[in-house]
């Protein structure tokens, strides 16, 4: 009988000690990631995937199509102090004369349109930057013949979720940033994001553009993949390996519970 029991406490303690041991691997094999998942700019030569199409270095700004509700900053210098102040504090609702950037910003509407003082409704449809510059430029010609007119983006922002450290709508501080600029920006990505699949989701014409990003390949420098644009929503999806609860706090404390809880079982058992 004594012999019966004895046997049976061994078979229950291999059973608890296989389950345990099995809970222990998964957790383990699931909770490391390899070295090639984080590591960022890896030499990828062998499948490159990117390409960058431009011969000369543009900036995003020279390539960015104007949309319905961006913001323009736009403001008129010319060589009369006066004349310029004429068109620049024409908005300003304090009637002084200090520059300020609210004061010249105008929204596009739904029809592509700004109104601009003393010209009313010029149509910006299809313009970038610089077309919009030359466009405001040619309109005031006859009205100010050395009219010089600066054009810039008010709302360059961008918007990240997912798996950084500080996700939401985010300035972008000037005029062009890079993916990497934008990561950092967010705070980093946190240990299991997914850095070889990042999602970009850019409005382009009618619609909008999706495309995947991996910044563990060096190859994207350069492209046209590299650059971020104003309202891209940028999304960094989590790796499967938090889905099954490990921390990035996970450490080898767990096998060392697993031991403790397999030499207790095997001093009972025994």
């Known amino acids: 009988m004594l012999k019966y029991h ?3 406490r061994k078979a229950v303690g291999k059973r608890l000690f296989f389950g345990l041991f099995t809970i222990l691997v998964i957790n383990v094999m ?8 984080t590591v960022y700019l890896q030499d990828h030569a062998k499948d490159k995937k990117y390409n960058n199409p431009y011969n000369d270095l543009t900036s995003i700004t020279e390539r960015y199509i ?3 509700n961006d913001l ?3 403001q008129v210098t010319t060589s009369n102090p006066k004349l310029s102040e004429f068109f620049n504090v024409s908005r ?3 009637g002084g004369s200090q520059l300020n950037q609210s004061l010249y910003t105008y929204l596009i509407d739904d029809s592509m349109c700004i109104d601009f003082p003393f010209v009313g409704k010029v149509d910006l449809s299809n313009c970038t930057l610089e077309q919009a510059r030359e466009k405001l430029e040619k309109i005031l010609q006859p009205m100010v013949s050395d009219a010089h007119v600066k054009v810039r983006l008010a709302n360059d922002t961008f918007v990240i979720l997912g798996e950084v450290a500080s996700p939401g709508r985010i300035d972008m501080g000037k005029e062009q940033i890079t993916i ?3 990561i950092a920006l967010a705070g980093d990505i946190k240990t299991f994001g997914k850095r070889k699949e990042i999602k970009i989701i850019r409005p382009e014409g009618d619609g909008y553009k999706t495309f995947y990003v991996d910044i563990t390949d060096k190859n ?6 590299y650059y971020i644009y104003p309202n891209d929503l940028i999304y960094v999806r989590p790796m499967k390996a938090k889905s099954f609860g490990i921390g990035e706090t996970f450490s080898f404390g767990l096998i060392s519970s697993v031991l403790a809880i397999y030499l207790t079982i095997r001093a009972i058992t025994q």
Not at 30 to 37: N, Y
């Open 66 to 68: 104007l949309k319905p």
């Open 30 to 37: 699931s909770g490391c990631i390899p070295q090639k998942e």
């Open 6 to 8: 004895f046997h049976k």
């Open 180 to 182: 990497f600029e934008a």
């Open 220 to 225: 994207i420098v350069g492209s046209d993949e």
């Open 72 to 74: 323009l900053y736009i």
């Open 92 to 94: 300003s609702t304090s």
